[in-house]
Structures are given as C-alpha cells and as structure tokens.
C-alpha cells in the first residue's frame, strides 16, 4: 500500500489544485440559483428589452485576495498531510520488509502476531489518510462557500443598482456582447465591501462537520 502524494490512492483525492472556482458541488442550490440567474428584478417592458448583462464567476473569483489566500492555505495543509502519511508510511514499508525477510528464514506464533500488529497500524494509517481528505474537502468547501457568498452579495448589489432582468453566469450563455459583461462591475463591489474582511480559516470542528459550504458574508 503506499500513499502517494495528494492522497490519489486514497480513493480519488485530487491532484489538481485544491480550489475549483467552477466546482458546483460546493455550492448551495439557492446561492447559485441567485448568481445565474437573478430573474425579473425589475418589471418587464420593452424598456428592458436589453435589461441582460454576464457575470464570469470564476475569472471574479480568481481575482480577489481572497481566492488566492484560500488556495495557498489548502495547499499548504495537503502538504503538509502528506508529507506526514508518507513519512508513516515509509515506516510501515520497513516493517513490512523486514517481516517478509523473517518469513523466508523461520515461521511461528511470533511472525503472525507482528503481521497481526503491522496489519492493523496499515489500516489505521489508511483510515487516518481518509480522515485527512475529509476534513481537507470541508476545509475547501469552507474557504469557498465564503467565497461564493460574497460574490453573490454583490452581485445582488449590482442587480438592485441597475436595469436588469436577468444576470446569467457566464459559462451558461453560448455568445454575448461583451458590452454586457458586468464582470469587472461585481469584482469592484466585492472589493469595497469584503476587500478588508478576511476569510475565516480556522479548521476547528471540520472533523466533524459535513463537506458542504460554511461561513457567511464578511460583517
């Protein structure tokens, strides 16, 4: 058994960067229910017949500090994991060797009940590598469920401000004008209003939570 880096043996830790802007399992129903598709915010007439604008939530997310801050800290706890598994890996890896060596020479009651004890220190390593995946994805989930509620705040603002009958996420729409990107629009709102409100990073309780989003908007 070796645990090789970012968990992948570990039943499909991802090797690709932590935070996934696009992901939507992380993201609550109703909140992305609101960043698509914020509808009929305003009575419809032909005054707003052009009332549509685009919203690119992922290039605004990679845009901020906070996203940035987020993917430094989820890579800086996977490697530190890791780093820890493997190191009692590689002691379990010596103990197997060394008792695959004695197997060859001699057998006995002694023998089985070393296998015994190295079986069981290879299952709690394995269950501890599952435990650290776990609360590394609510870790995830509660950097960006933070996140993603505050983009939908002010998106929310932009809406309220503006003539609009509909805001739709940009990976929804097959061709628009870029006349209509309010992208840049809702990354400025975002930085006056959470710019200065970091992100809360604590990881206490993960282990006992679910992955899904944690934490609100910045107060």
Known sequence: ???????????????????????????PHAM???????????PASPAYAEGWAVFNLQQAMEKTKHFKEAQAALEKELKSSTSALEKKQAGLDK???????????????ALAEEEQALVKDEQAL???ARQARRE?????????????QRMDLAVQQIAA?????FIVEASKSLYHKPAIDITKKVL????????????DMSKAQLSQRGPGPRGGPGK
């Open 188 to 199: 400025k709102v975002y930085r006056a209003k959470f710019g200065d409100k970091p992100l």
């Open 32 to 42: 992305r229910s609101a960043v698509l598709a914020l509808a009929l915010l305003v």
């Open 126 to 128: 394995a269950q501890a």
């Open 1 to 27: 058994m070796k645990i090789e880096a970012h968990f992948d043996v570990l039943d499909g830790m991802p090797s690709a960067t932590p935070l996934d802007p696009t992901a939507q399992s992380g993201i």
């Open 95 to 109: 103990r197997r060797e060394s008792l695959e060596a004695k197997k060859s020479m001699a057998a006995g009651k």
């Open 136 to 148: 590394l994805g609510a870790f995830e989930q509660k950097l960006k469920g933070q996140i993603f």
């Open 161 to 165: 401000q503006g003539d609009y009958d």
